[in-house]
């Protein structure tokens, strides 16, 4: 164990009364104007990554506030990746912060210390060296962000990076490759250009931020390079924390189901403390990914809504009558005659009022709906029969499900896309895709609730080398 390991050695705020308010109160207030203006997106659940600039904040706060509002402030995520690049010192690969923790007018952020020190010492590409952190800007500014918009404890892994070799750029990204995940969050840090005139820096400003949303590593490297060979008077960089950006897009360039977006753009000539002479870009981008659907069960807005009236149907009548209404099939679309399985889940005033679903394949959707639309209503044991009046007030929700498979390691589990099967001793228990999201558990809570409070087997019980685990993803739609 390396002499730093026994006693930490917290990073005090560098640049705290400069790029933003050093007295808590003032930087809050700050913030809270920054968020206020803001809608909440709708896909935030899904955000992944954030691309952010670390300028001044009365340059840059409307932008970097923009990026972070595109993450769930009640989503608990393991850990926070923040990478930006040294302005003060150009080093090889990058200097991970893992001898303490993070200091900021608004309090203290545990550094994921296990994490941190795992990665200095696995990778040649990544230590940690005491000169570089410091007095460094790019990550401190991103941290006040963190702490005002998230409301759930977090953790942060501080990189900063030294190196402007894409090389090893696409090494480390290699690295952090087994994090980036649905339970982990990477802000990446950075500027656009420096210090052309207004109209040059809005051109140059979108080209790259045009080429980052391709998700291609090699046009993003291009565009960089194409600024440097162009005239364009006082410009010094596109685009200033490059390598940053770029160690994000080889973690994402495979990834099929990730999507860039360009959120906001300003630069610091639309701040009343900037000149149009001289000016900074920055760019607010999202990466999300897309949420997987049931295999074969593409369904449109038509079909969804018919299936939810089946169900809908079929309650109102058993619950009236003890039987369940026929249905003529030969007026169904063809997609609601595929066999697949399914859950029907009720709702009432945004609570839990029953869910009961079916696994295998073996009946058409249509039917499988309306037999889980009376077992979600009537025989969940944890609730009572719903009564008829209730159904006014009652929401439905259909998860149409792909065939599960079992895996051999939970990291192959993605929060948000996959549900869980949990089996030993013959107890099983599951959890659809959703349950991780609506909750915001980490990947530890999502099969330790499941283990413990739907098969019970204890919270640790999937752990046990008898306990198999399968996943299965859902087409998910509501009322």
């Keep these: 164990m390396n002499s730093h390991e026994n006693t930490l050695i917290d990073r005090k705020p560098a ?3 400069q790029f933003y308010p050093g007295d808590s109160l003032e930087l809050r207030q700050m913030l809270t104007n920054l968020f206020a203006p803001l809608p909440i997106p709708e896909t935030r659940a899904n955000t992944v990554a954030i691309i952010s600039p670390h300028a001044g904040y009365v340059f840059s706060g409307e932008v970097a506030a923009a990026a972070f509002n595109q993450v769930d402030p009640q989503k608990e995520y393991k850990t926070v990746f923040v990478i930006g690049c040294s302005h003060r010192s150009a080093f090889s690969g990058g ?3 893992s001898i303490g923790n993070f200091i900021t007018p608004l309090g203290t952020v545990k550094v994921d210390l296990e994490t941190a020190r795992k990665l200095a010492a696995e990778n040649k590409d990544l230590s940690f060296n005491p000169n570089y952190q410091p007095n460094e800007h790019s990550i401190e500014v991103e941290i006040p ?7 759930k404890d977090f953790k942060i892994v501080p990189i900063l990076l030294g190196t402007q070799d894409p ?4 090494r480390i990204a290699k690295a952090l490759k087994p994090y980036f995940s649905s339970e982990n969050l990477f802000v990446i840090s950075t500027d656009f250009s420096h210090y052309p005139e207004y109209n040059d820096a809005v051109k140059v400003d979108k080209v790259l931020a045009d080429a980052i949303i391709t998700n291609k590593p090699e046009l993003f490297i291009m565009a960089e390079e194409n600024c440097g060979q162009k005239s364009i008077a006082n410009l010094s960089t596109g685009c200033c924390s490059w390598p940053a950006v770029l160690t994000l897009m080889y973690l994402t360039e495979n990834e099929s189901d990730v999507t860039y977006q360009k959120l906001l753009y300003k630069n610091s000539g639309d701040s009343r403390y900037g000149e149009k002479d001289r000016v900074v870009g920055y760019n607010a981008i999202s990466v999300s ?3 997987q659907q049931a295999a074969g069960f593409n369904l449109t807005a038509s079909e969804k809504k018919e299936l939810l009236a089946i169900a809908r149907n079929t309650i109102d009548g058993y619950l009236r009558d003890q039987q369940v209404p026929a249905i003529e099939t030969d007026k169904l679309p063809p997609a609601l005659l595929q066999k697949a399985g399914a859950f ?3 709702k009432k005033d945004g609570e839990l009022r029953g869910c009961i679903g079916h696994f295998e394949a073996d009946k058409p959707l249509y039917s499988i709906v309306q037999q889980m639309a009376v ?4 025989q969940d044991y944890r609730f009572s029969q719903v009564m008829p009046y209730e159904m006014k007030i009652i929401r439905l929700e259909i998860s149409v499900l792909t065939p599960m498979h079992k895996i051999n390691s939970v990291k192959e589990i993605q929060l948000g896309r996959d549900g869980i099967y949990i089996s030993k001793g013959g107890r099983s228990g599951t959890f659809l895709p959703q349950v991780a999201t609506d909750t915001g558990w980490s990947l530890e809570d999502f099969l330790g609730h499941c283990a413990r409070d739907k098969a019970g087997i204890g919270w640790d019980g999937w752990k046990d080398k008898d306990a198999e685990i399968f996943i299965y993803q859902a087409l998910v739609f509501g009322e």
């Design 344 to 346: 029907v889940t009720l």
């Design 95 to 97: 200097s991970v912060y």
């Design 145 to 151: 962000f963190l702490q005002f918009h998230m409301k």
């Design 15 to 17: 640049v705290a009364g």
């Design 289 to 291: 990914r897309k949420p």
């Design 167 to 170: 090389a090893i750029c696409k």
């Design 375 to 378: 077992a979600s209503s009537t």
